[in-house]
Nanobody, 124 residues
Framework: HVQLVESGGGSVQAGGSLRISCTVSGYAYGSSCMGWFRRAPGKERKGVATIDDDGRTNYDESVKGRFTISKDTAKDSVYLQMNSLKPEDTAMYYC???????????????????WGQGTQVTVS
């Protein structure tokens, strides 16, 4: 049973930075695709960033140049560094993992993906 636990969310002023983390357990770490999606109040889920086995990354246009996804295989973790945050980045952020190709930002919305309980990011 795969478990994902997000952490690191919080409140920050516009222009600030946050780093959110996700630790994965319950299976042999090495899923082909990992990433983050977010859900803002009253809106649909939206893929934010993904990273595949080879470290290739994809980003939604709205976060390109501001967010960076990375992973640490030794720690079974994936991270999202968020800089120059904007109020429109306010959302619950979820870590997701699964096996699919291509590992694009739509992949993390795939029903077969596992995801955690989320961490709240609020930008004011």
């Amino acid at each position: 049973h795969v478990q994902l636990v997000e952490s690191g969310g919080g409140s920050v002023q516009a222009g600030g930075s946050l780093r959110i983390s996700c630790t994965v357990s319950g299976y042999a770490y090495g899923s082909s695709c990992m990433g983050w999606f977010r859900r803002a109040p009253g809106k649909e889920r939206k893929g934010v960033a993904t990273i595949d086995d080879d470290g290739r990354t994809n980003y939604d246009e709205s976060v390109k140049g501001r967010f960076t996804i990375s992973k640490d295989t030794a720690k079974d973790s994936v991270y999202l560094q968020m800089n120059s945050l904007k109020p429109e980045d306010t959302a619950m952020y979820y870590c997701a993992t699964g096996n699919t190709a291509p590992c694009d930002i739509e992949a993390v919305l795939t029903p077969t993906f596992d995801w955690g309980q989320g961490t709240q990011v609020t930008v004011s």
